[in-house]
Nanobody, 123 residues
Framework: RVQLVESGGGSVQVGGSLRLSCAAS????????SAWFRQVPGTERELVASIDVNGRTTYIDSVKGRFTISRDNTKNTLYLQIDSLKAEDTAMYYC?????????????????WGRGTQVTVSS
């Protein structure tokens, strides 16, 4: 069965860095888009960054220049390098892959989701 397991979260100070990882199993990782989302309690989950099968990346404006998404298809692992952390980056971070289809636009509520890793940024 498909599993996505995030790791690498933690508590850091403003300006710090973290590297999140998502280990994928149960499907052919390289054939599918992968993405990172984040959610703050009481708000909707938002797409942070995505990377398609050709390595093309997208980011929301608020993280451009600070976050870098990457994937290692030999290790079936998705990464998110987070630099210059801000307090507003505090959230639970989830990785996701489409369940129906392979494209990034096909990641929806029915997609495969990990359980998340918490990032807390303090000043």
């Amino acid at each position: 069965r498909v599993q996505l397991v995030e790791s690498g979260g933690g508590s850091v100070q403003v300006g710090g860095s973290l590297r999140l990882s998502c280990a994928a199993s149960g499907y052919t990782f390289s054939f599918y888009c992968s993405a990172w989302f984040r959610q703050v309690p009481g708000t909707e989950r938002e797409l942070v960054a995505s990377i398609d099968v050709n390595g093309r990346t997208t980011y929301i404006d608020s993280v451009k220049g600070r976050f870098t998404i990457s994937r290692d298809n030999t290790k079936n692992t998705l990464y998110l390098q987070i630099d210059s952390l801000k307090a507003e980056d505090t959230a639970m971070y989830y990785c996701a892959a489409p369940k129906y289809g392979v494209g990034c636009h096909e990641i929806d509520e029915d997609a495969y989701w990990g359980r998340g890793t918490q990032v807390t940024v303090s000043s």
